[in-house]
């Protein structure tokens, strides 16, 4: 895995991306953040040796750096899961290759459904804490201390301070901020009745299909993490109706521009 990841890296700095201290993966149906990015270069997945490729169609599969509030970033416009088939090993190699490139800040988006009813559709919230409920975990097998310790520390994997920066652009900006806990589920099926109730047992706020492996493998590398989740729909056992994927990319298109502006003006004070 070190030896692929420094292959991936060398070519993606041979394409003229340079250092950046933040990278950003964005979520299903969060690609406008990508508009406001003033682009250097952008390189598809296909192309870097050793990348997965993303398969949902909501998930475009570039490689961007350029310029986003006077900062160079790095962002992964589309991001892979646990359920197209990919390892946990696969899905947070770009994090890995992120730390060879020089990234110390990763911000993360993603789409969730709200187990805590009083975060309605196309609201935000910061992720304060998380439950790994995939089978398995990215950091089992041979541990690489060029990336980081055998047992790392996860008492604090959201980055208060960031947690604090963004409930603070928040107010300033009229936005609200829900604050919890995100549960990573398998998927790709949604849950069923039962296992929402289970998930509200386990005290998780949110439940979604991502996010959790790579900041499970940040936190391995010693970067500092924020979160934001988009809540896409209520996930409520007693008043349970089909998920329409268009009512999904709806409400995440609501919320996006509520996103851009919080993620912006972080980068701005990083």
């Given at each position: ?167 603070e652009i928040a107010d300033k ?98």
């Amino acid at each position: 895995m070190l030896k692929k990841a420094q292959e991936a890296a060398k070519y993606i700095r041979e394409q003229g991306i340079y250092q950046s201290d933040t990278a950003i993966i964005l979520g299903t149906g969060l690609g406008k953040l990508a508009d406001e990015i003033e682009v250097d270069v952008s390189i598809d997945y296909k192309n870097i040796p050793h990348f997965p490729l993303s398969t949902v169609e909501f998930h475009s599969g570039k490689l961007i750096f350029g310029t986003i509030a006077g900062k160079k970033v790095l962002v992964m416009n589309g991001r892979f899961h646990f359920y197209e088939g990919y390892s946990l090993k696969e899905v947070t190699f770009p994090v890995r290759v992120m730390k060879l490139l020089g990234v110390k800040n990763l911000l993360v988006s993603n789409a969730a459904g709200a187990i805590n009813l009083s975060f309605p559709p196309a609201s935000l919230m910061v992720i304060d804490d998380h439950i790994n409920f995939l089978p398995g975990n990215p950091l089992t097998g041979k541990n690489h201390d060029e990336f980081g310790p055998r047992f790392p520390d996860m008492s604090r994997p959201y980055d208060p301070e960031f947690i604090g920066i963004l409930e603070e652009i928040a107010d300033k900006n009229n936005i609200t901020l829900n604050k919890g806990v995100y549960v990573a589920w398998i998927g790709p099926s949604l849950e069923t009745r039962a296992e929402y109730r289970f998930i509200k047992t386990m005290g998780a706020d949110v439940v979604g299909m991502s996010t959790v492996p790579e900041v499970i493998v940040a936190n391995h590398q010693g970067m500092r993490v924020a979160a934001v989740s988009v809540i896409t729909d209520l996930c409520d056992p007693d008043n349970l109706k089909p998920v329409d994927i268009n009512d999904i990319l709806r409400n995440a298109a609501i919320a996006e521009k509520d996103l851009v502006l919080l993620f912006t003006e972080l980068i701005k004070r990083l």
